[in-house]
């Protein structure tokens, strides 16, 4: 038994060394990370030169940069709450364990097993009526069976090694889509809450907007009264009032609708935080001001999306070596130590030691082209992920450009508006003062409230733009996770 044993160890000691010796032996072509070449962003200059009293926040939390404590707490809830962001992490749960499962089966596997078989032999069987003419035959029979077994496929072309490469590519990959998930959930969330502050205040213009039109058609009624105006000039005021009274039901839909969304994205039922953010309408918050001193490469390095295209394409890499490896003999060993014995009385004795060994090769010879056929779809799906990731920074950079420019253009549309306002107000001031001379007619009035209200409301549903151009900056430029360092 001890020789069996000694045996047993000197195959596995000498299996595991060739297996050293072959493991740096991989078929396949090694992965090198595409090279990619930016010019530097052409629309920079505009956001670099902004006017603004806030700094530049750091990009892992750029929503901390609006000096606004319910934004904070909003997107800290949807990053806390969400439930996509939920789904992710599950995602890379599972991704993890596919690579684990791939590294297992790098290495042997070890199996413990015990049976115990009683039987009642039938002499009418052929193995029966054939013992059954032996002396001292009988029909009871009973067997005991111990041991562990081992099983291992040696490594030869690198297949293996090159699947688990793979799985810890896609390992990666997942966990940067976590990421960008993380980043789409804290966008989506400002973006909902800055929607909801723009209808707010909105609904703040239109409401004060009433208050004054029923004030000018009070007017108008007590010039009526006191002989100077016309019923006419009182239906035209009404109008007027009525008009802006109609602005109100739209603006609580759409409002209505980002609460509702808002909700959804901190993964609670819609309406739960309704009430908090109606309580205290707030203001558009400030925009704070947007470094722009990444260039293209740095974007591209942060970019969760980018990050997962990238470790997609080295999986892919993998995947060729995985498929040539089919061309090379598989090898695997097997064996087993343990104990058989047909009575419980001698079984764990050295005649009832059962040593057994296995050596198996398996190789594709002739398979009609289907090996062939699996390299050339491995090859093209790595040449589907070269441009996928290609694609992938293109449109990145696209994305910071598009960014860029929307927010350098609607801050200019903000001071204009604002300017327009200002004048707007002042006509409207100077001709209710004209009307209660007598010196124009209603007509003048309405018209001046009329264009006023319209610039009023287009001025804050263009600030809300503003802040959510910023937010579209920040998440252009990958901003919402906490980039590791480099060290050196």
């Known amino acids: 038994m001890r020789h069996a044993t000694t045996r047993a160890t000197a195959a596995v000691t000498s299996a595991l060394i060739l297996s050293a010796i072959l493991a740096g032996c991989a078929v396949g072509p090694n992965y090198v990370a595409p090279a990619t070449k930016m010019a530097p962003f052409h629309n920079s200059t505009a956001v670099a030169t902004r006017q603004t009293t806030l700094p530049a926040p750091k990009l892992d939390n750029w929503w901390t940069g609006f000096n606004d404590p319910m934004l904070e707490r909003v997107v800290q809830r949807a990053l806390d709450q969400n439930l996509d962001l939920q789904s992710s992490i599950a995602r890379v749960t599972q991704a993890r364990a596919v690579a684990q499962a791939a590294g297992a089966a790098l290495l042997p596997t070890f199996d413990a097993q015990a049976s115990y078989t009683a039987a009642h032999q039938s002499v009418q069987s052929p193995l029966g009526a054939l013992a059954s003419a032996f002396p001292n035959y009988s029909r009871n029979q009973k067997e005991y069976i111990a041991g562990m077994t081992a099983s291992w496929e040696i490594d030869l072309a690198g297949g293996l090694r090159r699947a688990h490469s793979a799985a810890r590519d896609e ?115 400030e925009i704070p001001a947007i470094s722009t001193d990444d260039q293209p490469l ?52 050295a005649r009832s030691f059962q040593p057994v060994g296995t050596g198996a090769l398996r190789w594709r010879l002739f398979d009609f082209g289907k090996v062939d056929a699996e390299v050339v779809q491995a090859r093209g799906a790595h040449a589907e992920a070269l441009a996928q990731y290609r694609q992938a920074a293109l449109k990145a950079t696209e994305d910071v450009e598009n960014a860029f420019v929307a927010l350098s253009q609607t801050e200019i549309r903000v001071q204009e508006l604002s300017a327009e306002v200002a004048a707007l107000t002042r006509a409207r001031d100077l001709s209710e003062t004209a009307y209660r001379a007598g010196s124009i007619t209603l007509t003048d009035v309405l018209d001046a409230e009329r264009q006023l209200l319209t610039s009023r409301d287009d001025l804050d549903a263009t600030r809300a733009d503003a802040a959510r151009a910023a937010v579209s900056t920040f998440r252009a430029l990958g901003g919402g996770w906490d980039i590791p360092q480099r060290e050196g």
């Not at 908090?276 to 558009?284: K, V």
């Open 298 to 349: 740095d974007v591209l390095r942060r970019r969760p999306d980018i990050i997962a295209a990238e470790r997609h394409l080295a999986a892919t890499n993998e995947e060729i070596g995985v498929a040539i490896s089919e061309y090379y003999p598989k090898i695997s060993l097997s064996g087993a130590l343990g104990f058989d014995s047909i009575t419980g009385q001698h079984f764990f004795s």
């Open 171 to 285: 390992e990666q990959a997942a966990e940067a889509a976590h990421l960008g998930t993380r980043i789409t959930v804290a966008a989506d969330a400002a973006d909902a809450y800055l929607q909801v502050r723009g209808l707010q205040a909105q609904l703040a213009v239109t409401q004060d907007q009433v208050n004054t039109d029923q004030r000018l058609l009070d007017l108008v009624k007590a010039r009526v009264r006191a002989g100077a105006a016309t019923l006419r000039e009182v239906a035209q005021a009404e109008a007027v009032l009525r008009q802006a009274r109609a602005r109100v039901p739209s603006l609580y839909v759409a409002l209505e609708g980002q609460l509702n969304r808002l909700d959804v994205l901190m993964g609670v039922q819609p309406g739960t935080y309704a009430a908090e953010l109606n309580a205290n309408p707030g203001i558009i918050p």
